[in-house]
C-alpha cells in the first residue's frame, strides 16, 4: 500500500489521508501469521522510506516511541522491574486514544488483550525495522 502511493505522489497525483475513514481487514490472524504480518509490514515500511527518503509520514509520534520503549522495558524487566512498570504506564499513556477507541470498539476485556497485543505489536515493530534496514543496507530489496 506504501510503495503504491510513494510511486502515485512522485508521479504527481495528489493523495487524500481521510483521518475518518475506518477499514476493516477481512482476514482472521492467528498468532503465527500475525507476528509474520506485523514483522514484514515493518519490513517494507522501513525499506520504503530508505528507498524513497521519506521525511514525513502518517504514523502518530505515540506509535514510533513505544517500541523503542518497549523494548526498554523488556531490557529493565530483568534488572529493574520498578522501571519497567514506569516504562509500560508511559506506553499505556502514549497510546491512550487509541485504546479507548479499543474499549468503545469492543469493551473492557478486549481493552485489556488489546493493551498486551499493541505489546507484542511493538516488539514485532521493533524486529521488523532491524531486518528491514538488515535487508535495504545488504541489497535485498523488493
Given at each position: 500500500?506504501?510503495?503504491?502511493?510513494?510511486?502515485?505522489?512522485?508521479?504527481?497525483?495528489k493523495?487524500?489521508?481521510?483521518?475518518?475513514?475506518?477499514?476493516?481487514?477481512?482476514?482472521?490472524?492467528?498468532?503465527?501469521?500475525?507476528?509474520?504480518?506485523?514483522?514484514?509490514?515493518?519490513?517494507?515500511?522501513?525499506?520504503?522510506?530508505?528507498?524513497?527518503?521519506?521525511?514525513?509520514?502518517?504514523?502518530?509520534?505515540?506509535?514510533?516511541?513505544?517500541?523503542?520503549?518497549?523494548?526498554?522495558?523488556?531490557?529493565?524487566?530483568?534488572?529493574?522491574p520498578?522501571?519497567?512498570?514506569?516504562?509500560?504506564?508511559?506506553?499505556?499513556?502514549?497510546?491512550?486514544?487509541?485504546?479507548?477507541?479499543?474499549?468503545?470498539?469492543?469493551?473492557?476485556?478486549?481493552?485489556?488483550?488489546?493493551?498486551?497485543?499493541?505489546?507484542?505489536?511493538?516488539?514485532?515493530?521493533?524486529?521488523?525495522?532491524?531486518?528491514?534496514?538488515?535487508?535495504?543496507?545488504?541489497g535485498?530489496?523488493?
Open positions: 500500500d506504501r510503495e503504491l502511493g510513494e510511486r502515485l505522489i512522485r508521479n504527481g497525483f493523495l487524500l489521508f481521510l483521518k475518518n475513514l475506518t477499514i476493516k481487514h477481512i482476514k482472521e490472524f492467528d498468532l503465527l501469521s500475525f507476528v509474520v504480518s506485523r514483522i514484514n509490514r515493518r519490513k517494507g515500511y522501513v525499506k520504503n522510506v530508505l528507498k524513497y527518503k521519506i521525511i514525513k509520514d502518517h504514523i502518530p509520534i505515540s506509535l514510533k516511541v513505544s517500541a523503542p520503549i518497549t523494548t526498554l522495558s523488556i531490557i529493565f524487566f530483568f534488572l529493574n520498578k522501571i519497567t512498570l514506569f516504562l509500560l504506564f508511559v506506553i499505556f499513556l502514549l497510546n491512550l486514544d487509541f485504546l479507548i477507541y479499543a474499549k468503545k470498539f469492543g469493551g473492557i476485556k478486549f481493552f485489556i488483550n488489546f493493551y498486551f497485543i499493541l505489546l507484542l505489536d511493538m516488539i514485532l515493530t521493533l524486529v521488523g525495522t532491524i531486518m528491514g534496514f538488515i535487508d535495504y543496507f545488504s535485498r530489496g523488493y
